[in-house]
């Protein structure tokens, strides 16, 4: 008989048993996976239920909401809440902190961009859902965003989900990254990639070009060096991509190695940048190091920095880890 793939569950099943303790991790990883296969299915009907196009509506940020942003935002809440382990929970969609009702004993903290890459929704293409689990501080209100702004070394899990070809589950609990894949038959997430590892080396870099005249020096520089080839101080040939979906980036970064970048730039400045720290570039940094990348700022770690907002937006620059450096290398000369 053929061999059957560990299903998600038991693999949650397997790590809760290594690692001792109680089962919540468990059961929160499996609300999250419930909240993903059901905006997966949302995603996969496209045009079909009229859920494409816009909302009508913007987010905090000031961004056009889509239908689907507003659709995935409500199924990440009302699935994540049901548990009562969260007090309280955050998203790119709404400006302040949710407080669940019913929650108050919970104790953990949740953070999500419910749609990412959402520009690709009308298009067809990938897009993603991203999230960050933390622990609730001793004392704290969770009401408040204080509780939340925690360094992102602080996270107890984080993943993505990515709505692409397949739609998968990618987790990591502190030990290794893990992949999982959608049976839309039997409706179960399968372990289809363990121990995802990044390449330290790379010959591949993403980042959105149209804004090369805003780039610092050192991204410049470093850009420079790639598109000159073989004959330049690289000594070899890069390749190039930009899907403008950061889930759908770093996924390809956790399969073949690569550099992603949406670096602070001359125009984003005032912001600080144009990803968001707390649900975005916090998860994503904590995956990409957990799979052996790095992930920084071009000045510092973004695991480091010292939260200020929800909705912060940060300089990303991650991936190879050796590209990493060259890239904070150049910010330090
Ligand atoms: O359109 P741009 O400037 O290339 O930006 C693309 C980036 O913006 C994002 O789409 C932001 O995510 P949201 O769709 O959640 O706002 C990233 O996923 C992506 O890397
Ligand atoms: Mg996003
Ligand atoms: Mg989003």
């Given at each position: 008989m053929s061999q059957i793939p560990q299903t998600l569950t038991h693999w949650l099943i397997d790590a809760q048993r290594k690692a001792g303790g109680d089962s919540v991790m468990l059961q929160l990883l499996d609300d999250i996976a419930?909240?993903?296969?059901?905006?997966?299915?949302?995603?996969?009907?496209?045009?079909?239920l009229g859920n494409l196009g816009k909302a009508g509506s913007e987010n905090v940020q000031g961004e056009e909401q889509k239908q689907l942003d507003v659709i995935a935002n409500d199924i990440f809440l009302a699935v994540n809440a049901q548990a009562g382990h969260y007090p309280a929970m955050a998203s790119e969609e709404l400006e302040d902190v949710y407080v669940v009702d019913g929650a108050a004993e919970g104790k953990y903290l949740l953070l999500f961009d419910p749609l990412d890459g959402s520009s690709n929704i009308d298009v067809n293409v990938s897009v993603g859902s991203i999230f960050s689990i933390l622990r609730l501080p001793e004392g704290a209100d969770p009401s408040q965003a204080a509780a939340f702004l925690q360094t992102g070394v602080q996270q107890v899990a984080a993943g993505y989900a990515l709505y692409?070809?397949?739609?998968?589950?990618?987790?990591?609990?502190?030990?290794?990254?893990?992949?999982?894949?959608?049976?839309?038959?039997?409706g179960l997430f399968y372990l289809t990639h363990p121990d995802m590892s990044i390449p330290a080396d790379t010959k591949e870099f993403a980042i959105n070009?149209?804004?090369?005249?805003?780039?610092?020096?050192?991204?410049?520089?470093?850009?420079?060096?790639?598109?000159?080839?073989?004959?330049?101080?690289?000594?070899?040939?890069?390749?190039?991509?930009?899907?403008?979906?950061?889930?759908?980036?770093?996924?390809?970064?956790?399969?073949?190695?690569g550099l992603f970048m949406y670096p602070m730039d001359?125009?984003?400045?005032?912001?600080?940048?144009?990803?968001?720290?707390?649900?975005?570039?916090?998860?994503?940094?904590?995956?990409?190091?957990?799979?052996?990348?790095?992930a920084s700022t071009g000045r510092q770690r973004i695991m480091d920095v010292a939260p200020t907002g929800l909705h912060q937006r940060i300089s990303v620059i991650l991936g190879s880890k050796n590209e990493v450096e060259r890239v904070a290398s150049y910010h330090a000369e």
């Open positions: 419930t909240a993903c296969k059901m905006i997966s299915h949302e995603i996969a009907q496209g045009a079909m692409g070809p397949s739609t998968m589950l990618v987790i990591s609990v502190g030990q290794g990254v893990h992949g999982f894949t959608l049976d839309r038959n039997t070009a149209s804004r090369a005249r805003f780039w610092e020096a050192p991204v410049k520089r470093y850009v420079d060096e790639c598109l000159a080839g073989k004959t330049g101080p690289r000594g070899r040939d890069f390749n190039m991509r930009w899907i403008a979906s950061m889930v759908a980036e770093v996924h390809r970064i956790l399969t073949r190695g001359a125009e984003n400045q005032a912001k600080g940048g144009k990803l968001r720290l707390m649900y975005e570039a916090n998860p994503m940094s904590f995956l990409v190091e957990q799979a052996g990348g790095a």
